[in-house]
């Protein structure tokens, strides 16, 4: 399988996509979220935005991969919300995304295959109201080298337009940085293993 170097996601929220059927008010809210501990936060966001709602059902999508996931439909039939609308994210193929669509029953029943459609159209319509971006994959380094070497290390990373995250040259020569996946031959390339520390293997940064 060949590496991935970028990751599909958005660029900004969206909270107050509307989508009406036979008197029932769907609102769509897709949020940005890389980490499942603050799945709280937003759902708690989405009660406040729409309060006495009926249901508040949800999927996302967490990791370069999507390997983080999870679905709820919320007290709606099994299947009916939660799946629908994580198979519209697998279809944007978008990551590091929760998408909550919140609803308002209007005294008319939907049925099984009327909520499945429900759900999958209010998800399918407020991703297209999003700006879907493309972001790098980095990869993080230390840099432990001697003091003389500080000219030459610094050099090579201006070449490889590389910024430093930190530094340190008051005792032994350190710098963190972060790398592009797609640079990283390149960059191993350039510098003696016997001077590089990697500190973190694999870290999705913007």
């Given at each position: 399988?060949?590496?991935?170097?970028?990751?599909?996601t958005?660029?900004?929220?969206?909270?107050?996509?509307?989508?009406?059927?036979?008197?029932?008010?769907?609102?769509?809210?897709?949020?940005?979220?890389?980490?499942?501990?603050?799945?709280?936060?937003?759902?708690?966001?989405?009660?406040?935005?729409?309060?006495?709602?009926?249901?508040?059902?949800?999927?996302?999508?967490?990791?370069?991969?999507?390997?983080?996931?999870?679905?709820?439909?919320?007290?709606?039939?099994?299947?009916?919300?939660?799946l629908?609308?994580?198979?519209q994210?697998?279809?944007?193929?978008?990551?590091?995304?929760?998408?909550?669509?919140?609803?308002?029953?209007g005294?008319?029943?939907?049925?099984?295959?009327?909520?499945?459609?429900?759900?999958?159209?209010?998800?399918?319509?407020?991703?297209?109201?999003?700006?879907?971006?493309?972001?790098?994959?980095y990869?993080?380094?230390?840099?432990?080298?001697?003091?003389?070497?500080?000219?030459?290390?610094?050099?090579?990373?201006?070449?490889?337009?590389?910024?430093?995250?930190?530094?340190?040259?008051?005792?032994?020569?350190?710098?963190?940085?972060?790398?592009?996946?797609?640079?990283?031959?390149?960059?191993?390339?350039?510098?003696?293993?016997?001077?590089?520390?990697?500190?973190?293997?694999?870290?999705l940064?913007?």
């Amino acid at each position: 399988m060949s590496e991935i170097f970028q990751y599909r996601t958005i660029d900004k929220p969206i909270t107050n996509f509307l989508l009406r059927i036979k008197g029932s008010k769907f609102y769509g809210l897709l949020l940005y979220m890389e980490n499942e501990n603050d799945l709280n936060i937003f759902l708690q966001k989405s009660k406040d935005l729409y309060p006495q709602a009926t249901h508040y059902c949800y999927a996302y999508r967490i990791g370069v991969k999507g390997e983080k996931f999870r679905v709820n439909d919320d007290g709606e039939p099994s299947g009916t919300a939660g799946l629908p609308i994580y198979n519209q994210l697998l279809s944007a193929d978008i990551v590091n995304v929760l998408l909550i669509v919140v609803r308002y029953y209007g005294g008319t029943k939907l049925g099984v295959s009327g909520l499945i459609k429900a759900y999958k159209e209010c998800s399918l319509q407020t991703i297209s109201q999003s700006n879907i971006i493309e972001k790098e994959i980095y990869e993080c380094y230390e840099l432990i080298f001697n003091y003389d070497k500080q000219s030459l290390v610094m050099n090579f990373l201006k070449k490889l337009q590389i910024e430093p995250i930190s530094f340190n040259f008051l005792e032994n020569c350190s710098v963190k940085i972060k790398v592009p996946v797609k640079k990283r031959d390149s960059f191993l390339d350039k510098f003696n293993p016997l001077f590089l520390q990697k500190f973190v293997s694999y870290k999705l940064l913007a």
